[in-house]
């Protein structure tokens, strides 16, 4: 089946460090990932949708200097929170496609800033 | 403006009861339709699905009904179990795109 992991599970960071997230498809090709942040109160909000071969494309209030990505293959990809503040603390979420619209989630990183 | 609409944040209902979840979404380009169950501490687990081109889809105790014209569905889990208490994400996609729409979600309690 699809699985979809990410490590860290859980991260603190210091306010205003950065830290790095990875998401992991197996079992599936993941043509395209999305990375979402939920808040406390479970909003999922979209960061940006990568697809493979095409640009990485950032929701509006996102930014590739804040939170780069990469995904360099069809099983990995990797983001960035740079400079970390409080506003920035949720739980980021992996969803990764196989070319339909069946999106798999891992099981996501806690991210906590002090 | 929220595109996927889950009008009810909680519901409770008694072990062996029928928890109907609704939803509504504004975008008529939306054509797939996912269900998502959260428990705490994890991530979304794909539960069900729907297409617009269908009314119904059934898997087990899990059904949906799709209403096109009035861009409403619900979600139906029959005979509720403790363990089916969780949160439940209405979401939607357009065909072609990877972009999913998540509701806010309705937290379902089974009480036994």
């Known amino acids: 089946g699809a699985l979809v992991y990410q490590y860290p599970r859980r991260t603190i960071c210091k306010s205003g460090t950065s830290m790095r997230m990875e998401c992991q498809a197996v079992?599936?090709?993941?043509?395209?990932v999305a990375w979402y942040r939920q808040s406390p109160q479970k909003t999922f909000e979209l960061i940006a949708l990568s697809t493979v071969n095409s640009a990485i494309k950032y929701e509006q209030n996102f930014t590739q200097e804040k939170f780069p990505i990469s995904h360099p293959n069809l099983s990995f990809s990797s983001m960035t929170v740079l400079n970390a503040y409080l506003e920035d603390r949720g739980l980021y979420l992996c969803?990764?496609?196989?070319?339909?619209?069946?999106?798999?989630f891992g099981p996501g990183t806690r991210l906590t800033v002090l | 403006q929220q595109q996927v609409r889950q009008s009810s944040q909680s519901l409770t209902v008694w072990e062996g009861e029928t928890a109907i979840l609704n939803c509504s979404y504004e975008n008529s380009a939306f054509d797939y339709f996912p269900w998502y169950q959260q428990f705490p501490g994890e991530g979304p687990a794909l539960l069900i699905a729907i297409r617009s081109v269908s009314d119904k889809k059934e898997d087990g105790r899990f059904t949906i009904f799709f209403n096109k014209r009035e861009k409403n569905l619900s979600l139906h889990i029959k005979d509720s179990q403790p363990g089916d208490s969780a949160t439940y994400f209405c979401?939607?996609?357009?065909?072609?795109?990877?972009?999913?729409?998540f509701g806010s979600g309705t937290r379902l309690l089974v009480s036994p």
């Open positions: 969803g990764a496609s196989t070319g339909g619209q069946e999106q798999y």
């Open positions: 079992g599936f090709q993941a043509t395209s």
């Open positions: 979401a939607a996609s357009a065909a072609g795109g990877y972009k999913v729409v």
